[in-house]
Structures are given as structure tokens and as C-alpha cells.
């Protein structure tokens, strides 16, 4: 394997960086600071609108599990593929767009080559959503949504397996976050309770699998989104993850291409004739979707993608909060609050240390950069 120059090791860092920005239902919405350019480490103070999108942001995002814990009797093969497919329907034609009318020749060329790039994201986009939404059926709201947002423990745990360069900092977060998915299984296996909304450690396995697939989905999208255009990459990955689940829900769960109201199985494209889901799918797609997932990617151009993380880190808790205010969520066991804030703050350790790491690693890569050059230009002097 070739090794990388310190120049690729910087430009990865700061990738990385951006991509610790985004939350973890959202890299299908766009590429954050990779494509746009910002750094956010040199910005000054971020303009007040900023704030307020974060804001408007995490209550989006926070929001669609809610969602889609409103729709218990459609199947989750079914249910993510819905919220794909209308994703993509509204991505369409930004993505043409850009194609036609900025997109030069030689991009189109790269494009067309990896397109079995794109339908391999766009698998696990789609394994990811679908575990995510199979665990919204199979275990607590809670739950699933602390679990979900382990991602950046499961990446440094990922980078201590692989022998990769990890801080003491990372480890202990990861640790920490080992014993408090720990305790929300125990917490799941003493709950008591039974049926749609209750903890249980098979949605809790299918939730952290699929914290898992997008830290897959996160390594390979990095890269295709450093050059690919924002709408483009977005509609062809969604695209890909929607056929994905669609074939799924056909093969799986029997749902069929036109709905029979005579049959149990639902329709492939049921959302888009239905007076009762269409409002809820359209909610999924335009406000978690567009406005929670985009303004966050939008944002890695003014704010630190430290800050962005943690604030990201709240969606369990907002997102709980607003389902139990709906009645939507019953009061949790009580070792649910103690794995859940354990969770939390491995979340924040990890990130913290994560982020600290990487500039330092930054620093000391553009440090060697610079002596490099100087003695270059000493050695050229001297001949």
C-alpha cells in the first residue's frame, strides 16, 4: 500500500474534520466543507443566522424519529424506502442541474467511472436507514436514538482495532461508551415491558449496526464528495439507497408495486397517493432532511466541527423530550438515564479528543511540510 505524503495526510485530516461535522442520518444531504471549502478553523465569530440554523438545525434532525415512530404499522423496509424515494424526488433536479450547466467534461468522465462507487454507498446508506428505522420499531425511542449516535465511539474504536493513531483521551471515551451501551441492554432486559415502544436489546443491536454502517458510509463518501458537487452526490447516493430498500421491501416484506386496499401488504409507492402519509414522508424528507441535515453541512463553513458535534449530541435528549411531551414516549427505566448520559458524554469525550488529535496532527504535518521546503530551497541555494 502506497504511503501517503504528509500534504494527503493534512487534506484527510481536515476531511475527517469536516465530516465529524455532520450528523449521523445526514451525509446523504451534502458534503459539507469538503466541497463548499470553508475552514472553519480560521473563521473569527459566526454570524447570528448561523446560531439560529443550528438551532432550527438539531430541531429538525431531532424530530424524525418522532416521525416516524407515527407510523407503526408500516413496515421498516418499507417506511425507509418511502423516505428515500420522496428525498430523492426533491433532490432531482438541483442534482441536473449541476450536471448540465456546471459540471465540466472531465467530471462527468470521473463521475461516470465511479458509479459503482456511488451504488456501493448507497447500500449502506440504505442498510443504515433501514436498521435505523427497524429500531424504531423494535425498541424505545430513547434507545434507539442514543445508540444510533455512537458513531464517533465506534470510529475510534474501529481506529484501536486497525492500530491506527489514537489518543489516551479516545480510548477512555470509548470505554466509557462500551459500559453505557452496557447498561442500556441491561436497562432493556430489566425494563419489563413489552410491544411497539418498549426497550429491548434487539432494536438496541439493530440501532448501533446501524451507527456502524454509516461510519462505512462515512469513510467512503469522504472521499467522493471532496470533488463531486453537493446535489449530485446527495440524489445518486439517495437514489441508489432508495432502489436498495424498495428491492428489500418487495422481497422481504411483500409489499407490492401498486397498493391493493384488499391485501395486507402495503404499496411500494403508497406515500405518494395517500392522504395519511404523504404530509409525514414529505415532513421526513423536506424538514430532517433538507433543512435539520443540510443546514448542518452548511454550517461546517462557519462553525468549528467541534461544535457541531456536541451540539449534535443533543438529539437523543431533544428528540426524547419532544416524543414523551407528544405522549409518544413513556418514562424510561431508571438505567436507562444513567447508560444514556454515560453514552452522552463518551460521545463528547471522544469528539473532544478526536478533534484535538487531528489538529495536532494537522499542525505537525504542515510543520514537516515547511522544513521540507526549507531545506529545498537551502540545498537549491547552495548549488
Not at 418499507?78 to 459540471?103: D, G, K, N, S
Request: net charge neutral; proline share 5%; with cysteine.
Amino acid at each position: 500500500m502506497a504511503r501517503r505524503t504528509e500534504g494527503e495526510e493534512a487534506e484527510s485530516s481536515r476531511l475527517l474534520a469536516a465530516d465529524w461535522g455532520s450528523d449521523p442520518h445526514t451525509a446523504a444531504f451534502g458534503p459539507g466543507s469538503a466541497q463548499d471549502g470553508g475552514d472553519p478553523s480560521h473563521k473569527t465569530s459566526p454570524p447570528l443566522w448561523t446560531w439560529l440554523l443550528l438551532i432550527a438545525s438539531v430541531l429538525a434532525f431531532s424530530s424524525s424519529g418522532i416521525v416516524f415512530s407515527m407510523m407503526p404499522e408500516v413496515p421498516a423496509m418499507t417506511l425507509a424506502a418511502w423516505r428515500l424515494q420522496m428525498t430523492t424526488a426533491i433532490m432531482v433536479p438541483a442534482a441536473v442541474f449541476e450536471v448540465v450547466a456546471q459540471m465540466d467534461t472531465n467530471t462527468r468522465w470521473r463521475l461516470a467511472r465511479a458509479v459503482w462507487t456511488l451504488l456501493l454507498n448507497g447500500s449502506l446508506l440504505a442498510l443504515h436507514f433501514g436498521l435505523w428505522v427497524l429500531s424504531l420499531k423494535t425498541t424505545s425511542l430513547p434507545h434507539a436514538m442514543l445508540f444510533v449516535c455512537m458513531a464517533p465511539v465506534i470510529v475510534a474504536l474501529s481506529m484501536w482495532i486497525m492500530r491506527q493513531p489514537i489518543s489516551w483521551g479516545e480510548l477512555g471515551g470509548t470505554a466509557l461508551g462500551t459500559a453505557g451501551a452496557a447498561l442500556l441492554a441491561l436497562s432493556s432486559a430489566h425494563s419489563g415491558a413489552a410491544g411497539p415502544g418498549a426497550a429491548s436489546w434487539r432494536g438496541d443491536l439493530a440501532a448501533l449496526a446501524a451507527a456502524a454502517l454509516f461510519v462505512a458510509y462515512l469513510s467512503i463518501g469522504r472521499r467522493l464528495r471532496a470533488w463531486m458537487p453537493i446535489f449530485t452526490y446527495s440524489t445518486l447516493v439517495t437514489e441508489a439507497g432508495a432502489a436498495v430498500l424498495t428491492l428489500a421491501a418487495a422481497c422481504i416484506e411483500g409489499s407490492t408495486p401498486r397498493h391493493d386496499p384488499r391485501s395486507a401488504h402495503y404499496g411500494l409507492f403508497q406515500w405518494a397517493s395517500s392522504a395519511s402519509y404523504f404530509p409525514k414522508i414529505a415532513y421526513l424528507a423536506v424538514v430532517p432532511g433538507l433543512l435539520g441535515h443540510t443546514g448542518f453541512n452548511a454550517l461546517v463553513k462557519y462553525m468549528d466541527p467541534l461544535i457541531l458535534t456536541l451540539v449534535g449530541t443533543m438529539e437523543p435528549l431533544v428528540g426524547s423530550f419532544v416524543g414523551h411531551a407528544m405522549g409518544l414516549v413513556e418514562l424510561p427505566h431508571p438505567l436507562t438515564y444513567i447508560g444514556g448520559a454515560v453514552v452522552l458524554a463518551s460521545t463528547v469525550i471522544v469528539s473532544v479528543a478526536g478533534h484535538h488529535r487531528q489538529k495536532a496532527e494537522q499542525k505537525e504535518s504542515e510543520r514537516r511540510i515547511r522544513s521540507k521546503s526549507h531545506l529545498t530551497t537551502a540545498s537549491v541555494q547552495l548549488t
